[in-house]
């Protein structure tokens, strides 16, 4: 599925600058697209944007050639998994029901569960190494598990793009690694993958093209090599660093530079 935007305006009432101005990006199948910035710099709106919840003030978003407000609920739903930054549990379920809610899109009202669904969940359980934590009320999850539960309601979607905001948040070294490494086999399998994060390393380890975004705006755009830049970056971040390759990939790693003795 491809996923563009162009020229996309976000205005929020109250703020004198737009939270999104004049944003333009295209995500191919078979692409892992990390999108970066600063706190406060748009990323979450644009994930907003992205999936039609932000109205836009310009600009336009298209899926699959179509713009994004054309789609209903539930096509975009089978379309697009999406993994929010954070949301409420407004009632009690466990771990395995919290999955099977990204089946809702396939299901008639009032129907159950059939054995393409039920094979679905027991696979995004498994891809998420959260098998052992089925029957665990999700109130009771650390938030790296109830973290790792989200994207798996996403997989159990199968869809044929992911967009997830900061879905390594909270993950130890071993399970954030295990999810970029799966996030990058739904790549290499076809799947549109557009990854909002912080991990500046991590993007560029993972990642085939990056967006970085400042106050609304795009800063830089392309591989992570065009990206990840002492001077794109110290202007952004608005603090020194070094950039280096990584000796075993190759790819740019990124060391902020201490300002005291």
């Known amino acids: 599925m491809r996923i563009a935007a162009e020229g996309v305006v976000v205005r929020y009432p109250g703020l004198d600058v737009p939270a999104l101005d004049g944003v333009s990006l295209e995500v191919t199948p078979g692409t892992l697209y990390a999108v970066l910035g600063p706190n406060g710099s748009g990323k979450s709106t644009l994930m907003r944007a992205l999936l039609g919840v932000s109205p836009l003030a310009g600009g336009q978003v298209t899926l699959e050639g179509r713009a994004v407000n054309q789609w209903n609920r539930r096509e975009r739903a089978r379309a697009v998994g999406a ?16 999955v099977a809610m990204g089946r809702y899109p396939y299901l008639a009202a009032l129907a159950g569960e059939g054995p393409d669904d039920r094979v679905a969940i027991a696979a995004a359980l498994e891809a998420c190494d959260v098998t052992a934590l089925a029957e665990r009320d999700v109130t009771t999850l650390s938030g790296g598990e109830l973290q790792r539960a989200r994207i798996a309601r996403a997989l159990a979607q199968r869809p044929r793009a992911l967009v997830l905001d900061e879905p390594t948040a909270s993950l130890d070294i071993r399970h954030e690694m295990g999810i970029l490494e799966l996030l990058r086999g739904s790549a290499d399998a076809g799947m549109t993958v557009l990854l909002i994060t912080h991990g500046l390393d991590r993007a560029a380890q993972f990642a085939d093209r990056m967006l970085l975004l400042s106050r609304g705006k795009v800063a830089a755009e392309g591989p992570p090599t065009d990206v990840i830049r002492e001077d794109v970056l110290a202007d952004v971040y608005g603090w020194p660093v070094s950039v280096h390759a990584d000796p075993d990939s190759g790819s740019p790693r990124v060391t902020p530079r201490r300002v005291r003795p």
């Open 83 to 98: 993994v929010p930054q954070s949301e409420s549990i407004a009632f009690p379920l466990t771990t395995r029901e919290m």
